[in-house]
């Protein structure tokens, strides 16, 4: 489930459960704490590591295996989506508007923790955040046609198609190997008609408006694991 925490951030109550991460989708009024990397996102599917210099390196995933590394998506209607591998100790946080859903971004991911991290897909969990809803995401023909194999736009009664770009990345994260238990998204509000509270591309038609979504191994956990095993 994703709910409003007290402080203002969105998470994930599957993530939560996790006590070696910490983790926040942003909104429009709760910015998290600056000090983490993030990408020049270009609605593709290339997937970076969070080494040195791959702060606002062109792609939309980042990956992040060192405890204490914040990486954030940035987005405002897009789909954050947020994973970790508990087993492997890495986080990543992937940014996934129609483009970079129809271009498998989510499966991108999930693929390269597995080849460069030796992740299982069925360990990783998956938290998807606010982002515009099929309630609102009213796309034209040709695209929704892109999305029939993955997530059939629905019509309304004068034939607008809307697409459900949250339903959509599941599906990308259950065919990558991602068990639907640990994909995380029911409530996950709409940036569109949720209110001020978000920031909504659509809505303002304002460029660079974004809100942050964070994701890191815990510093702390590491240090106390490694002081338990002296
Ligand atoms: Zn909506």
């Known amino acids: 489930m994703i709910a409003r925490s007290p402080d203002g951030?969105?998470?994930?109550?599957?993530?939560?459960?996790?006590?070696w991460l910490?983790?926040?989708?942003?909104?429009?009024?709760?910015?998290?704490?600056?000090?983490?990397?993030t990408l020049n996102q270009i609605h593709s599917c290339r997937v970076v590591d969070a080494l040195r210099g791959a702060d606002g390196q062109e792609g939309d995933a980042?990956?992040?295996?060192?405890?204490?590394?914040?990486?954030?998506?940035?987005?405002?209607?897009?789909?954050?989506i947020l994973?970790?591998?508990?087993?492997?100790?890495?986080?990543?946080?992937?940014?996934?508007?129609?483009?970079?859903?129809?271009?498998?971004?989510?499966?991108?991911t999930v693929r390269h923790l597995s080849s460069r991290y030796g992740s299982d897909p069925a360990n990783l969990l998956a938290a998807l955040g606010p982002s515009i809803g099929p309630c609102c995401y009213e796309v034209g023909p040709d695209v929704a046609l892109l999305f029939q194999d993955?997530?059939?736009?629905?019509?309304d009664r004068?034939?607008?198609?809307?697409?459900?770009?949250?339903?959509?990345?599941?599906?990308?994260?259950?065919?990558?190997?991602?068990p639907a238990a640990h994909i995380?998204?029911?409530?996950?509000?709409?940036?569109?008609?949720?209110?001020?509270?978000?920031?909504?591309?659509?809505?303002?038609?304002v460029a660079g408006v974004r809100m942050f979504s964070v994701i890191a191994a815990r510093k702390a956990f590491s240090d106390s694991k490694g002081a338990g095993l002296n």
Request: net charge positive; aromatic share 8%; charged share 20%.
């Open 22 to 37: 910490d983790h926040q989708f942003g909104t429009a009024a709760a910015a998290p704490e600056g000090g983490f990397l």
């Open 184 to 205: 995380d998204a029911a409530g996950a509000p709409c940036t569109f008609c949720g209110g001020p509270e978000f920031h909504s591309w659509r809505r303002a038609r």
């Open 150 to 155: 993955l997530s059939p736009a629905r019509k």
């Open 83 to 108: 994973l970790a591998d508990p087993v492997v100790r890495l986080v990543a946080a992937v940014h996934a508007g129609w483009r970079g859903t129809l271009k498998d971004v989510a499966g991108q």
């Open 9 to 19: 951030f969105w998470r994930s109550s599957l993530l939560a459960g996790q006590d």
């Open 62 to 80: 980042l990956v992040a295996c060192e405890p204490g590394v914040r990486i954030a998506v940035k987005t405002a209607d897009c789909v954050p």
């Open 158 to 178: 004068q034939g607008r198609a809307y697409v459900d770009l949250r339903e959509a990345n599941a599906a990308l994260l259950r065919r990558a190997g991602v």
